[in-house]
């Protein structure tokens, strides 16, 4: 199994600016995921964040509003930018040794935006 | 393309009530399929899997069965506990290595 770990946890954050989130896992992973979960809401996937190459984004998800980074096999990080009330949710990172794996998930990172 | 259904809830309970979430997909292919589970104020945690048909997943008194004639995945306990309050997903894998989720159950269970 991994261990995955989210900073921040939470934040309050204003309409117009941008909150970066980190995710770290404590194993080598292939694949790291990252979800929103809206408030009472199943999880939906934003992207995939490949190793080294650009992230794989989900229909009505792009890079310029989610910007994502992935340097190494442990560690991504997920921008939400220019905030606006509707990206209040919560963010999850996720991480699997391979495709058909079983995926691991962080704490979340709840975020509120005012 | 690919999708979950999930019993709607919230499904409220009696300690030592039988539970079932029922949870069916829709895929090309065999996906393996997940129970998640996500405690009060936690994240989100694997509970069981199977990874082709008939097989069965259990954990912690939790148990399902992968079914591909009637393409279910429906979670059971005989004997649900206070602690078993929570919200459970039902989850398959897409072909991208990513999860499909259903919308969640929201499971409470009374003393």
């Known amino acids: 199994s991994a261990v995955i770990s989210q900073k921040p946890s939470r934040d309050i954050c204003q309409r117009g600016t941008s909150l970066t989130i980190q995710c770290q896992v404590d194993s080598q992973v292939t694949m790291m995921f990252w979800y929103r979960q809206q408030p009472g809401q199943s999880l939906t996937l934003i992207a995939t964040a490949n190793q080294g190459s650009e992230a794989t984004y989900e229909s009505g998800f792009v890079i310029d509003k989610f910007p994502i980074s992935r340097p190494n096999l442990t560690f991504s990080t997920l921008t939400v930018s220019n905030m606006s009330p509707e990206d209040s949710s919560i963010y999850l990172c996720?991480?699997?040794?391979?495709?058909?794996?079983?995926?691991?998930f962080g704490p979340g990172t709840r975020l509120t935006v005012t | 393309g690919d999708s979950v259904t999930q019993m709607e809830g919230p499904v409220t309970l009696s300690e030592e009530a039988f539970l079932t979430i029922n949870c069916t997909y829709t895929?090309?292919?065999?996906?393996?399929l997940f129970w998640y589970v996500q405690y009060p104020g936690e994240g989100l945690q694997l509970l069981l899997k199977a990874t082709k048909a008939d097989d069965k997943g259990s954990n912690k008194g939790f148990e399902a069965t992968y079914r591909k004639e009637t393409t279910s995945f429906h979670l059971e306990k005989g004997s649900v506990q206070v602690s078993d309050s929570a919200v459970y997903f039902c989850?398959?894998?897409?072909?991208?290595?990513?999860?499909?989720f259903g919308k969640g159950t929201k499971l409470s269970v009374k003393p």
């Open positions: 989850a398959l894998g897409g072909s991208q290595g990513n999860l499909i």
């Open positions: 996720s991480a699997a040794a391979g495709s058909g794996y079983e995926q691991y």
């Open positions: 895929a090309t292919g065999y996906p393996s």
